[in-house]
């Protein structure tokens, strides 16, 4: 292979696994490596990975990834690092050690501290200056947790012997030998611990969180200089380019760069997020204000709502009913029917996320016959991404035709149920607005070699970046709009069935 392009890695650490892609300067994948991650369950509503292991599978996955794409480091221009985001890491800085596990942004124990967090009043303070609501899915109550119960952890914070970090700052501890402690405002968004207006961590809730200001990484733009690697670890010092958490870095690769722009990212879970440019517009409409990847010290926002069960629905059918043996099935499966025969399924299996944001609902099944088979079963569980996604759409519209903007005008997709043609033609016709899926679907990884490449002159700009977009295939809705609105309105009934007390 030539070295005359310029080549970007993209360190892509998730929550089922580490990647490494290696991608040239027009967005195609050269390369990719893969190692799986331990999911450690203590307890139930409990979820934690070993950081040592996030590490050893990250840095294994980037010295296969250079080897297959038969690179030498020198090679690579610029490495760029999305992470898992919320997933919280806290280690000793004279040894690099963590003092526990990570707390994966899925784990639900710091939820007691956040009723404590309400129940003083915080809520309003906390949408106004960080864009979220209290919940046991941001890091602060978690990092909160890990003081307050493991052993020496709080006298050891303040004598400012630890560090805290999401995934990405663990990674560039890692990466630069212990040298650097820094993270973008992207992940620092999802602290609570973070003010989105000033791009500051916010001394007020600090104090109300009892977090000693000493354990915090520095906060840079997602697209500047964070660090070098030390050589020593892929034979090559390489410069950090490029950090973005996972679902502001797809926002990014899928060249969502002005506002009314929106992704949606079809997972574990997904993550439908909406630029709003330089405005923090507040939702109405039980949705998140993030902080969008940044290439300058400039906020700029991105309205965010989650689906807790999306792909993992396809899991379910496969572990949990046996319906299936592989994920691969259930496209020919829910296609030999030629609909849902009455069927709705609310996979509520950890609670209702936005717009709803109910915890104690649990997953139903309704409208169950006679007739009823397995392939109307998986039919509905299929919808139910596109239902959960669309009533998510729908709510972000109302937002920002009420701050004065237009509704969402498509839908840019990626993750990996996205190659589910069945699911993202029924996303169009609920939606009744073309659903887009562009050539390259790696858009969390390719975001941030992109971030990469603009901070280290591979590009010149946002435009270019633009241009490098290319579109694989473009569902247009079929469905008439008074069909489209009875089946949400029949969505919205079973989830009012799934939410009843």
Not at 179 to 193: E, G
Not at 374 to 395: C, F, G, K, M, T
Not at 407 to 413: F, I, K, M, S, Y
Request: charged share 20%; net charge negative; proline share 4%.
């Amino acid at each position: 292979m030539t070295t005359t392009s310029t080549y970007l890695l993209a360190l892509d650490q998730g929550t089922s696994s580490s990647r490494s892609i290696v991608f040239d300067r027009e967005g195609h994948i050269v390369a990719i490596a893969q190692k799986e991650l331990t999911q450690i369950y203590p307890q139930p509503g409990w979820v934690e990975h070993d950081p040592m292991e996030i590490w050893r599978s990250q840095l294994a996955t980037a010295r296969e990834v250079l080897v297959k794409a038969k690179l030498k480091p020198a090679d690579i221009h610029a490495i760029g690092i999305t992470n898992q985001r919320e997933t919280t890491v806290l280690w000793n800085r004279k040894t690099g050690q963590p003092v526990h596990h990570a707390i994966v942004w899925q784990d639900r124990r710091a939820e007691p501290l956040c009723a404590q967090l309400r129940d003083e009043g915080m809520t309003d303070t906390i949408r106004e200056k960080t864009g979220l609501v209290i919940d046991a899915y941001f890091s602060g109550t978690k990092l909160r947790w890990l003081l307050d119960n493991v052993p020496g952890a709080r006298a050891e914070a303040e004598r400012g012997d630890l560090a805290f970090g999401t995934v990405d700052s663990w990674l560039m501890w890692q990466l630069t030998g212990g040298k650097v402690h820094v993270t973008d405002v992207s992940n620092a968004s999802r602290t609570m611990l973070f003010n989105v207006h000033t791009n500051e961590w916010d001394a007020d809730l600090l104090a109300a969180l009892k977090i000693p200001a000493a354990l915090l990484p520095k906060v840079q733009p997602s697209s500047s200089h964070f660090a070098d690697t030390d050589a020593a670890l892929l034979g090559h010092a390489l410069p950090i380019g490029g950090v973005a958490g996972d679902q502001q870095s797809a926002l990014f690769g899928q060249a969502c760069f002005e506002a009314g722009m929106a992704k949606n990212t079809y997972g574990t879970g997904c993550f439908l997020l909406m630029h709003t440019g330089g405005a923090f517009q507040p939702s109405h409409n039980g949705l998140l204000v993030t902080s969008a990847a940044q290439a300058d010290t400039t906020p700029q926002y991105a309205m965010e709502g989650s689906v807790f069960v999306g792909g993992a629905v396809v899991q379910w059918l496969r572990d949990g009913l046996k319906a299936i043996k592989g994920s691969a099935e259930v496209q020919s499966l829910a296609e030999s029917v030629p609909d849902a025969g009455g069927v709705m399924m609310v996979p509520a299996f950890t609670g209702l996320g936005a717009p709803y944001w109910d915890a104690d609902a649990r997953g139903t099944i309704t409208g169950l016959t006679r007739g009823t088979t397995v392939a109307h079963i998986a039919r509905a569980a299929l919808e139910s991404i596109a239902y959960q996604s669309a009533a998510l759409l729908q709510a972000m519209s109302r937002d920002a035709v009420a701050a004065g903007g237009k509704p969402v005008a498509e839908l840019r997709v990626d993750g990996g149920a996205s190659v589910n043609d069945l699911l993202m033609q029924f996303q169009a016709d609920l939606l009744g607005i073309p659903v887009v899926r562009p050539e390259v679907i790696e858009t969390t990884a390719l975001g941030a070699a992109y971030l990469a490449g603009l901070s280290t002159g591979v590009y010149a700009d946002a435009r270019q970046l633009s241009k490098l977009w290319k579109v694989e295939r473009r569902f247009l809705p079929t469905m008439g709009r008074a069909q489209a609105e009875e089946s949400m309105a029949r969505w919205e009934r079973a989830v009012r069935q799934a939410t009843a007390t």
